[in-house]
C-alpha cells in the first residue's frame, strides 16, 4: 500500500510537471478599446472604467513598446508582458502565470503531498535513529531546544539594533548556537521584505460618456481588492468551474483576453470621480 500511494504521488507530481513544460505563453492579445469596462448606472447612463497613467493615457509597457492590458507584468527573463504574472520560475523555465496557474499549484500539492508521506513513513525509523544517538526524548531535550528558539530571537533583534547602530551588514542569526545561520548574504532578507516595503499607486481612468473627453482620474494607493470576485469565484478562475477535474493535471486555466474589476470596487471608484469631479467644478 505504502508503494502504491508513493508511485501515484510521485508519478501525479512528474505528469504535471511534464504538462508545465509543454506549455508555452500565451501572447496577451488586447487592445486599450477592449480593455475597458462598461458599466451601465440606474438611469441608463453608461460609465467606463479602465485602467490609465496619472494623466489618463492607457498603460504602454515601454519594454514591449506596444499597449500593457490589465493584470500584466513585463518579465525580464521571458522578454514580454505576461498575463497574471505570479513569479519566474527557474524549475520551469518560464513564469507561472494565468495559463499554468493550476498546473503549478497542482504540482507543488503533490510534491508536498509525497514529500508529507516519506516523511510520515520515516519518522519511526528516525525516532529510533535519534534515540540510539541521544537516548529518549526527555523534557530535558525539550527544554534545551526551547532555548535555542529563545536565543534566536534574542540575538536577530540584538543584530537588528546593531546593525542601525554599526551602519554595517550582520547576519541576522549570528550568536546562536547550533544552527549554523552565521553566514546568511543579505540577499536573502532582502528578497523577502521588498514584497512588503512597497505599495505602487494605481490610477484608474472614469469616462462618463463615450466621448473620451469628458473623464475623471481617481488614484488609489491599494487594489487588492480590485478584482476580487468571492472565495469560490476566485477558486473556479484558477481551477475550473468543474469540481471534478480541480485535482486532475490535465486541463490548464482559460485564457481570458479582459479581466473584469470587483462590482462593489467600480462603484466605490465611479463615487470617488464624482467627488473629484464636483470639487474640481466648485473650485473653478
Not at 490609465?52 to 519594454?63: A, I, R, V, W
Not at 513585463?74 to 493550476?102: F, S, T
Not at 469560490?232 to 481570458?256: A, D, E, F, H, Q
Request: glycine content about 4%; hydrophobic content about 40%.
Amino acid at each position: 500500500m505504502k508503494v502504491f500511494v508513493a508511485c501515484a504521488l510521485c508519478g501525479l507530481s512528474l505528469l504535471t510537471y511534464s504538462h508545465i513544460m509543454v506549455g508555452r505563453h500565451l501572447n496577451q492579445k488586447s487592445s486599450p478599446e477592449n480593455d475597458i469596462s462598461k458599466i451601465t448606472l440606474d438611469d441608463s447612463v453608461v460609465i467606463s472604467l479602465s485602467l490609465s497613467t496619472e494623466n489618463g493615457d492607457p498603460l504602454y509597457c515601454q519594454k514591449c513598446k506596444a499597449f500593457k492590458p490589465r493584470r500584466t507584468h513585463h518579465c525580464k527573463e521571458c522578454n514580454k508582458c505576461i498575463a497574471k504574472m505570479d513569479h519566474h520560475c527557474i524549475w520551469i523555465n518560464g513564469c507561472v502565470y494565468q495559463n499554468n496557474y493550476k498546473l503549478f499549484f497542482l504540482f507543488v500539492l503533490y510534491v508536498a503531498l509525497y514529500s508529507l508521506f516519506v516523511e510520515i513513513t520515516i519518522i519511526p525509523k528516525l525516532l529510533k535513529a535519534v534515540r540510539a544517538k541521544i537516548g529518549d526524548i526527555t523534557l530535558d531535550f525539550c527544554w534545551k531546544a526551547y532555548k535555542v528558539y529563545l536565543s534566536s530571537i534574542y540575538h536577530l533583534w540584538k543584530n537588528v539594533i546593531l546593525m542601525i547602530w554599526q551602519k554595517k551588514w550582520i547576519p541576522l542569526f549570528t550568536g546562536v548556537k547550533g544552527l549554523g545561520l552565521d553566514n546568511i548574504s543579505t540577499h536573502w532578507y532582502v528578497v523577502t521584505a521588498l514584497g512588503f516595503l512597497f505599495d505602487k499607486p494605481v490610477y484608474l481612468r472614469v469616462d462618463f460618456d463615450e466621448t473620451r473627453e469628458n473623464f475623471e482620474v481617481v488614484k488609489i494607493n491599494s487594489y487588492k481588492a480590485m478584482y476580487d470576485m468571492g472565495l469560490y469565484n476566485n477558486w473556479c478562475s484558477v481551477m475550473g468551474s468543474n469540481p471534478t477535474r480541480w485535482l486532475v493535471p490535465i486541463t490548464r486555466t482559460k485564457y481570458k483576453e479582459r479581466y473584469e474589476f470587483n462590482p462593489k470596487f467600480c462603484d466605490d471608484i465611479i463615487n470617488l470621480a464624482n467627488i473629484q469631479r464636483k470639487e474640481k467644478t466648485e473650485k473653478n
